[in-house]
């Protein structure tokens, strides 16, 4: 294929019952410069025979098998294999609104970036919330490196990492500017944090970046895992914090960022971590690994370093029951929310 304007990487690995409706969300753009990549990442149900007939109908969807190696490795290898000037990324369990393309194409001008927002879905696409920033445009080396370091410097907030405005699957990102940093990206196999891995890095090389105030992504809430591994222990959890740390330190140290927030920044994995397993596995299971967590120095200096003041109701009252080592509200909060 010749060269394009957009290249869109869909990721995809057991994705049978949700790639149509991502694939058919690109087909309604009105933007047509564009060739679509879909990663097909070892997958094992009816994913492949299902991306076929698209492949069939239509020259710019190309499917590009690869071993099971979770996102890091299926992005990196859409990226490599990408024609298009700009790289857009969507999961496959997600959509993009029928205007996205068009919006995107007027407002990315001359930037390295472009960021956008999103609608929070549940399964059944019920809109949750609407999750958008002020516009914003940063430009030249200063004003970039003096806009990084706001995740570290605000970062006693609940979740740290949202001062960044940026998200992989809510972006554009110039391709030249992506090629330079797969691979690094590539070999951080974060499982959980791999999005902010992504993002820290193209940020780092970009020289502008342009935040619309505009929703172009439907996020559903219930994401597909990219991976086989069974990640569901405390020792995976120390391992993912302990290489998670390595990047933020190399990273900070290359870009003269302070690094006094990354205990809390750690504390938040953790958090996060437990989140998704009292989702996946059994009261007994998860309870012991709260267990474990509240005898983790690391855990519980992020624990007491963290700030929840002008957060929500009821996200005072969940750290409330992290503070005190309450497991059982902690475990029903989640739970209900499944």
Known sequence: MERTKYSIIIPCYNGEKTIERALDSIKEQK??????????????????????????SDDRFKLINKENGGQATAVSRGIREAKGEYIVQLDSDDTLKSNALEMIDSEIESNDILSFGFDFVDGNGKLLSIETHKRLEIKGDDQIHSFLPKIYKDANSFEAFNYLYVYRWACVVRRNIALQIIDEYEKRDFSLYEDMCFVLLICSKAKSIK???????????????????????????IDLRLRLRNFLNSYAEY?????SCFDTMEFDVSKFYLSRMIRKERYKTCKQLFKK?????LYLKGLSLTKVDGESKSRKIYFFFLKHHMFMPIYFY???KI
């Open 31 to 56: 933007v047509n410069e564009y060739e679509v990549l879909i990663i097909n990442d070892g997958s094992t149900d009816k994913s492949k025979e299902i991306i076929s007939k698209y492949i069939e």
């Open 211 to 237: 935040i619309i105030d505009k929703s172009l992504v439907n996020y559903y809430q219930i994401k597909l895992t990219h991976s086989r591994r069974n990640e569901n222990s405390y020792e995976n959890l």
């Open 255 to 259: 870009n003269n960022i302070n690094v």
């Open 293 to 297: 967590l509240n005898k983790d120095d």
């Open 334 to 336: 989640f739970k209900n």
